[in-house]
């Protein structure tokens, strides 16, 4: 049940091929959800050149392991891989990985839902968005009102 | 008191650092009056977010010798 922060590139389907290689036992869930995503080109009216994300690295952790101990507990669980980048990016690449087995589709579906929202609603990352000599920081996040309304 | 004081993303550029170590002269006081003692030509942003030890904390939360504090605006991962 890793939690990475990444400061480099990663590829989030081949760290999830890998990891279900090297780290879980075949035939032991029956469904797998997998949330990725990624930095786009273009964000409301501002040409995205590049991103900054910068994080409070060892609160980080902790929070994102909080919300993953509180999916696991309202939900079966067999297993999740979280990665979160850090640093620089550049349009395309994956800004985080939420993976979450189980033995059942909705119980993985409710419970990856649950991590990502409360993830970017409590770790400790901030984004500034670049294009030219201009940049930005991010002032709060898009909500996912299907979750607000679920677990308040 | 010895405390540690960091500041975030768009807070550490309005402060203009990332990180203090300071004396606090008394035991027992807030978050916001830490602030105010490192920061006086600064007014406390509305919609800042307080850590204490690395976990969300408030602006009247206690703040004892050898603490880290965190000044942030809201979060924007994921």
Redesign the interface.
């Known amino acids: 049940m890793p939690v990475v922060l990444q400061e480099f590139e990663f590829l989030p389907y081949q760290r999830l091929q890998e990891y279900e290689e090297q780290c879980r036992k075949p035939g032991e869930s029956g469904a797998a959800v997998t949330f990725v995503?990624s930095l786009r080109d273009m964000h409301e009216d501002f040409p995205v050149d590049a991103m900054t994300?910068?994080?409070?690295p060892?609160?980080?952790l902790?929070e994102i392991e909080k919300v993953c101990d509180a999916a696991t507990k309202q939900w079966q669980v067999d297993d999740y891989l979280i990665m979160?980048r850090y640093g620089k990016v550049e349009p395309g690449d994956a800004?985080?990985l939420v993976a979450v087995w189980s033995t059942h589709r909705s119980q993985a579906f409710d419970a990856c839902r649950y991590i990502?929202h409360y993830?970017?609603?409590?770790?400790?990352?901030?984004?500034?968005e670049h294009h030219g000599e201009q940049s930005r920081?991010?002032?709060?996040?898009t909500d996912d009102k299907a979750v607000s309304e679920c677990h308040g | 008191m010895s405390v540690t004081v960091k500041y975030f993303a768009s807070l550490r550029e309005h402060v203009g650092q990332a990180e203090q170590q300071c004396q606090v002269p008394e035991c027992g006081c807030s978050a916001s009056e830490v602030w105010a003692q490192l920061n006086a030509s600064l007014e406390l942003p509305s919609n800042i977010l307080v850590a204490v030890n690395q976990d969300y904390a408030s602006l009247d939360t206690r703040i004892n010798d050898g603490d880290e504090i965190a000044f942030f605006p809201p979060v924007t991962g994921g």
Do not use: S, T
Not at chain 1, 53 to 56: F, H, L, Q, W
Not at chain 1, 137 to 141: D, R
């Open positions: 995503g994300i910068e994080c409070y060892e609160m980080a902790q979160h800004l985080v990502i993830l970017k609603h409590k770790a400790p990352f901030w984004k500034q920081w991010l002032q709060g996040n």
